[in-house]
């Protein structure tokens, strides 16, 4: 074309802005949401993380210190990626779980997730899941030779073993084809389940798989801490120190130190926080490979390989349907991030034994983030992002922490027993619960935007599982809870929700209030109008809770005189919204205040089992 230039450089007409010049115009913001002036507006914007990591809203090229970006996919320090190609050319392996007692059934969803886009199995054996005499009936018509199995049997990883070993000898598959991995992971299984710890266990499959060099003997769980309350930080650290002790099991019975760290795999959650997960998993990479590098191990053997899950504990019962937002964000996290295998749980794992519709579905997350979205055709997604880099170098840094600090402590099962990971889990949970309670940390369809006339999703329960020394947990089991409560009543519990005003002063608060009050189950009826029309819609409701609702303007002249003729009317409790001190009213509702603690004082009020 005529005048074409022969290179365009992008916004060269428009000035290059400064961080001052951004700093300018959000302060100028923040004047106006009437944060103040003078509030420097970084730190208005920044919040910290369990970890005690500062999130700031802008990062430059100043906060990427360039340890993340060094190096290159299958090199050390291995952020980029633990091989070359970085799942490229194949993509990630695409591994489903089995956790169902029945054989039979457990053979169906097998099959059906191999025919369908799975190309791994991870099944449960021994508590919780199959029998191990069962394996074989589970895993008819399963060619071993093509699918990795992956053992989590726990306390009977040994027979679990042996039964696998025994079966692929018995159908005549070669063991150079045998791939997967045997599953032991004794200080993993103590947190769980409180059984011993015998880490002799990995030098005996060892021995007992050299026959079979695809199939690794062990998996260092972090989800056990994760499902506990663990912060990013902590999980990474917890699981250095338990991959460390292994390593020295492995290496002590006379392993040399490169195939050991061969014999190793490691599982991570992945949750809705889509940043915190990526970061994670390549910080853990980065800080395996400083373990391998102490340790002695050649260059091209210090990669970690990686199977992210996403999260149990982010998991709901109520409203379960947004539980597939939050593990499709789990699928991409993990994704980008560069995990090897992942595995969705289906939406419906909280409340029982998944149906085909929902392992179908999580299959399809998988299906629709690797063939629609392209996420594996690029190698570290997120490298070269300013923020994620960071993030990336300050969760290694916490997590080398962590991790020297068990190791002061005498390792992994030492801390364990003493109760030194329970006490370090326990006070990063009390914060994220304190952060839930108050709503600092929402949930959807859960603390916010709860249905309360939602139909139930029903299964079938799943065996109990024994608990150890880290029960697991989930974040919404305390409104949950209370949700459960609401339900089980003989009617259903009401809150007077009482508009004072024109529509237009009491709409707001009228919806907050209603939205916390229904986190609980509560039903909320609302009056409105002149105060002889709100004592009747009041006496009609059946109710002996009320919650004003209204500007503070109105509230001003309305809100004491509705409060004493609600009183005189029969309400015991009077509550109002907004922060506002009014004579007669017994609490406040506003952002940030303990939702938590006002739904269980109503549930005491009203008298609910």
Request: charged share 25%; proline share 5%; glycine share 10%.
């Amino acid at each position: 074309m005529p005048n074409e230039p022969e290179s365009l450089a992008l916004a060269a007409d428009f000035p290059t802005p400064s961080r001052d010049d951004w700093r300018a115009l959000v302060s100028a913001v923040l004047a106006k949401s009437g944060a103040g002036d003078g509030v420097d507006p970084e730190d208005a914007l920044s919040y910290t993380t369990y970890d005690g990591i500062t999130i700031k809203p802008l990062y430059t090229a100043d906060d990427a210190h360039g340890v993340s970006a060094d190096g290159r996919p299958g090199h050390a320090p291995f952020v980029r990626g633990a091989t070359e190609d970085g799942g490229a050319a194949t993509g990630w392996d695409v591994r489903t779980r089995h956790a169902d007692p029945d054989p039979a059934r457990t053979n169906a969803a097998v099959l059906a997730d191999l025919e369908r886009g799975a190309t791994s199995l991870w099944l449960v054996v021994g508590d919780g899941g199959l029998a191990v005499d069962d394996l074989d009936a589970a895993l008819q018509g399963v060619y071993l030779d093509l699918a990795p199995i992956v053992l989590d049997a726990g306390a009977h990883t040994e027979r679990a073993a042996q039964a696998l070993l025994t079966l692929s000898e018995q159908r005549g598959v070669d063991p150079a084809e045998l791939s997967g991995n045997l599953g032991a992971d004794p200080i993993g299984t103590r947190a769980r389940t409180g059984a011993e710890a015998d880490l002799g266990l990995l030098p005996t499959l060892s021995a007992q798989s050299t026959r079979a060099p695809k199939l690794r003997v062990a998996t260092v769980d972090a989800t056990v801490f994760h499902d506990a309350g663990a912060s990013d930080a902590q999980e990474l650290g917890l699981s250095l120190a338990v991959g460390v002790a292994y390593l020295r099991a492995l290496v002590d019975a006379g392993l040399p130190v490169d195939d050991a760290l061969d014999s190793l795999d490691f599982r991570y959650a992945v949750t809705a926080e889509q940043f915190p997960s990526i970061a994670k998993l390549r910080a853990a990479r980065r800080v395996w490979d400083r373990v391998a590098e102490l340790s002695g191990a050649s260059d091209d053997r210090r990669g970690q390989r990686q199977h992210a899950v996403t999260s149990a504990a982010m998991m709901t019962r109520r409203d379960p349907w947004a539980n597939l937002l939050r593990t499709t964000i789990g699928c991409f996290a993990g994704a980008i991030g560069g995990a090897e295998a992942i595995t969705v749980l289906p939406f419906d794992s909280a409340i029982g034994r998944s149906d085909d519709f929902a392992r179908r579905i999580a299959r399809n997350t998988h299906a629709v983030l690797h063939d629609e979205s392209s996420l594996a055709r690029v190698v570290d997604a997120a490298g070269g992002s300013w923020f994620v880099e960071s993030l990336t170098d300050q969760l290694a840094v916490a997590a080398w922490d962590v991790f020297t600090s068990i190791e002061k402590s005498g390792g992994a099962l030492a801390a364990l027993d003493d109760g030194t990971v329970a006490a370090l889990i326990a006070a990063t949970n009390d914060k994220r619960l304190d952060d839930i309670a108050h709503r600092r940390s929402p949930i959807t369809g859960v603390t916010e935007f709860a249905f309360v006339d939602e139909l139930p999703v029903e299964r079938e329960p799943l065996p109990p599982i024994p608990e150890g020394m880290l029960p697991p947990l989930r974040y919404a089991q305390d409104f949950e809870a209370l949700r459960d409560r609401a339900d089980a009543a003989p009617e259903r519990p009401k809150v007077f929700l009482a508009g004072l005003g024109p529509l237009a002063a009491h709409s707001a608060r009228t919806g907050f209030a209603a939205n916390l009050f229904q986190a609980g189950g509560l039903d909320c009826v609302t009056g409105s109008g002149e105060l002889d029309e709100l004592l009747a819609a009041f006496e009609k409701s059946g109710t002996t809770v009320a919650c004003l609702c209204s500007s503070d303007s109105v509230y001003a002249d309305a809100a004491a005189p509705a409060a004493k003729a609600l009183r005189d009317a029969g309400a015991t409790t009077i509550w109002l919204a907004g922060k506002a001190e009014v004579e007669g009213v017994d609490g406040t509702l506003y952002a940030g205040c303990d939702a938590l603690a006002v739904l269980r004082s109503v549930f005491e009020t009203l008298g609910v089992k």
